[in-house]
């Protein structure tokens, strides 16, 4: 029984940065806390303050088997050390036990502890398991185990050796994962062509055959398929889809050859694209740069010693590495990783840990330095990184990192906590224009207006878990294209508490306590489900669905993922959605923002940036994401009718639209004669009131007409002979 209970728990998903939310909430209830620790009924260390790696959580009489995890229980340790245990998991899931480790002369009750922090605890509770029950494990059947197995294969590999190397050790993994004749990868830009086959008289006909494919993904920029005779005769079909290394245009392709076209290849190569993308083009700096396991566990070690001294840890992010990339390539972008890990090294003291965590983020703690010295040495870093440019022809640009401080004086209590407030102070030192530093400052809220946003939060935990959410769709009409009918897709909660109260005061708690990342995968996961069940399915393929993103989703490497699953799960075809990003989680997370968009786009499916114009820096955005559809912000929108202002700035989103190859809507759109003035000024589609008023999707999916024409194929077909290899350009054209 415990061992059938430990292999469920470890499908538990226990999100760090939620589980720090309801810590700090209950650390700032009960005084005295020196340590907060999650075990499951096994004993098995799950979540802590402090990173132990074998804590001392019970003594010989709490064996898993004598303890009882169904009740509050409370016990003295050594010296004035007291633990409260409670349970955190009850019914059909396997139970978690949160221990509050209170420092103190005089303990207080059981009661007491207990009647303090029961609502968080609550809701920690709940939110493990709606975590749980949208994770990407849930999705999993056995027919997708092979695309899982390819992912955990191309991530468990060791690469090493030159960036050709890793790429070929890459496709080696994946065609012996895929079990597929031929796979390659080709690069024009850096005459890269790699291919695994088992037939080496093959390479001409590959090499000839990637230099046509990649003519034509220039072209369409989308996923091909390819009927092909190899040089023995044998009918096969090739597969590609475009490698992209810069906004837009492919640089590159990935390619398999199968004796037929299965469901999977498109997806699977599509995956090997995201990870040669992902490969530095020269190795970063310095060995003696750790990584963050390593930095993680520095920090918690000089955090148990019972110090006077201060330590400061900082957090840097290079600054516009999205405009590196594009403006001077890749390999210039990872000039720029590789001088910030130097200018690190050649800066730290004796005692200081200088790490890379990946991507364009660095850090560096330096114990027993105060935030006084840390500024100090911090702003010698910035300066020097600063003196080093890049230059090509007519085009200059100057590197810059913005740096986030905190000191171990802040309320973390664990070098996790710690490095996720020096990223939020970044992230404000790149709001304020980057090149500078920023020290973190933490705000204490009321307890009353704590506990009122904990009890909002419980609401709209249950209402999950209970399914009370419906998905509304609100029609966006074509008013100056001829394009497919759209449909913005909106989460609803008709409620008495609700209606009648403010809902955004609860948006405002699920943003604080990390929920909004999974309102979000709700609606992913209730709308793709509606849209797969729908009856005429053929209609539901003729239209557009967008799905809202909030920030806390952009930072969720996993999101993506999710995703994927759920299109495969239900298949959906890609491109009848849209993922749409407001601009304020773009000034939030823009990098993050980047590599969200080009792996949403990837998969087949399109972006919109939401509530456009409202940002500083708007216009400057859009050199360097892709998106595929502006929505223009409401309030330009309203007075169109009697302010020039608002016709400039809609008629210039309509320009910028046009140069980078998007389309445009108007949002708020409530009368005939707004509709009418925006078709004046070339907006492509209208939404608001005048339009459609929002209703249920699925009275929606049911209106929709019979008439609709056939859509064109995402994948489209040609034939190819080995001796016509020339005439697939024009073969592929229609």
């Known amino acids: 029984m415990v061992d059938s209970n430990s292999e469920v728990g470890e499908e538990l998903v226990l999100d760090d940065q939620v589980i720090a939310v309801y810590a700090r909430e209950i650390i700032e209830s009960v005084a005295g806390v020196v340590n907060l620790i999650i075990f499951d009924q096994a004993g098995t260390f799950r979540w802590g303050l402090r990173n132990q790696s074998n804590p001392v959580l019970m003594s010989a009489t709490d064996a898993p088997g004598s303890m009882d995890l169904r009740r509050p229980l409370k016990r003295r340790l050594e010296q004035n050390k007291v633990a409260y245990d409670f349970p955190l998991l009850q019914e059909d899931t396997p139970p978690l036990v949160l221990r509050l480790i209170v420092n103190t002369f005089d303990p207080p009750s059981l009661s007491y502890i207990n009647d303090a922090i029961a609502p968080a605890l609550e809701c920690l509770s709940r939110q493990i398991r709606i975590d749980t029950s949208l994770t990407i494990k849930t999705l999993i059947t056995a027919d997708k185990s092979q695309s899982h197995n390819l992912t955990a294969n191309l991530d ?54 990637a230099e046509k494919l990649f003519t034509v993904l220039e072209m369409k920029n989308k996923a091909i398929s390819v009927n092909i005779i190899l040089p023995g005769g044998k009918e096969h079909v090739a597969t590609c889809v475009p490698l992209s290394r810069s906004q837009r245009k492919p640089g590159g392709l990935v390619a398999l050859i199968d004796r037929a076209k299965k469901p999977g290849h498109t997806r699977a190569l599509r995956s090997l694209g995201a990870k040669v993308n992902s490969l530095p083009e020269t190795d970063c700096a310095a060995s003696s740069l750790v990584g963050r396991t390593d930095l993680l566990t520095t920090i918690d070690t000089t955090i148990a010693v019972q110090s006077p001294l201060s330590n400061t840890l900082a957090y840097f992010d290079i600054d516009k590495m999205h405009a590196i990339n594009d403006a001077f390539g890749y390999s210039n972008g990872d000039r720029a990783l590789a001088k910030l890990g130097e200018v690190l090294v050649d800066c730290v003291g004796s005692n200081d840990v200088a790490a890379h965590l990946g991507g364009d983020r660095f850090a560096l703690f330096m114990p027993g330095a105060s935030a006084d010295s840390g500024v100090l040495k911090i702003e010698h870093i910035l300066r020097q990184f600063s003196h080093e440019s890049l230059e090509n022809n007519d085009k200059s640009l100057r590197f810059s990192a913005s740096a986030g401080i905190v000191t171990t004086d802040s309320s973390a209590q664990s070098g996790e906590e710690l490095l996720i407030l020096a990223e939020v102070a970044a992230r404000g030192a790149q709001d ?263 209703e249920a999707l699925q009275t929606v999916l049911e209106n929709f007409s019979e008439q609709a024409d056939i859509s064109k194929d995402a994948i489209e077909r040609v034939d190819l002979r080995s001796d016509t290899i020339e005439e697939l350009l024009s073969a592929t054209k229609g």
């Open 432 to 694: 304020r224009g980057g090149n500078q530093s920023a020290i973190y400052q933490g705000t204490d809220g009321s307890i009353m207006q704590r506990r009122s946003d904990v009890d909002k939060v419980g609401f709209l935990q249950m209402a999950l878990i209970e399914n009370r959410f419906t998905i509304f769709a609100q029609e966006i009409e074509p008013i100056n294209i001829e394009g497919m009918q759209k449909f913005e897709l909106l989460i609803r909660l008709f409620d008495d508490s609700v209606e009648n109260g403010n809902a955004h005061q609860f948006l405002q708690a699920a943003e604080r306590y990390q929920m909004m990342a999974a309102l979000d995968r709700w609606v992913v996961n209730s709308a793709l489900e509606t849209l797969s069940n729908a009856d005429n399915s053929l209609e539901v393929n003729l239209r557009s669905f967008c799905i809202n993103v909030s920030a806390q989703s952009l930072q969720d490497d996993t999101f993506v993922d999710y995703i994927e699953a759920r299109i495969a799960e239900t298949n959906i075809p890609p491109d009848i959605l849209c993922f749409e990003i407001t601009e304020t989680s773009l000034v939030r997370c823009i990098d993050r923002a980047q590599r969200f968009i080009k792996r949403i786009q990837r998969l087949g499916c399109q972006v919109a940036l939401d509530d456009f114009g409202t940002g500083y820096s708007s216009f400057a955005y859009l050199k360097t994401l892709p998106v595929d559809i502006l929505k223009i912000d409401g309030s330009f929108v309203r007075d169109l009718l009697e302010c020039e202002l608002s016709n400039t700035i809609v008629s210039s989103a309509v320009s910028i639209a046009h140069v980078i190859g998007a389309t445009t809507v108007a949002e708020h759109v409530e009368n005939a004669l707004v509709r009418a003035r925006l078709k004046e000024l070339g907006v492509n589609y209208a939404q608001g009131f005048a339009v459609h008023r929002p």
């Open 156 to 209: 468990a590999v060791r690469l090493k050796g030159s960036y050709d190397e890793k790429v070929n050790t890459l496709t080696d993994v994946f065609r012996e994962t895929i079990k597929c004749p031929v796979v390659s990868v080709y690069i024009p830009e850096k005459r890269l062509l790699v291919s695994s086959s088992a037939d080496p008289g093959l390479a001409d006909f590959i090499k000839a055959l």
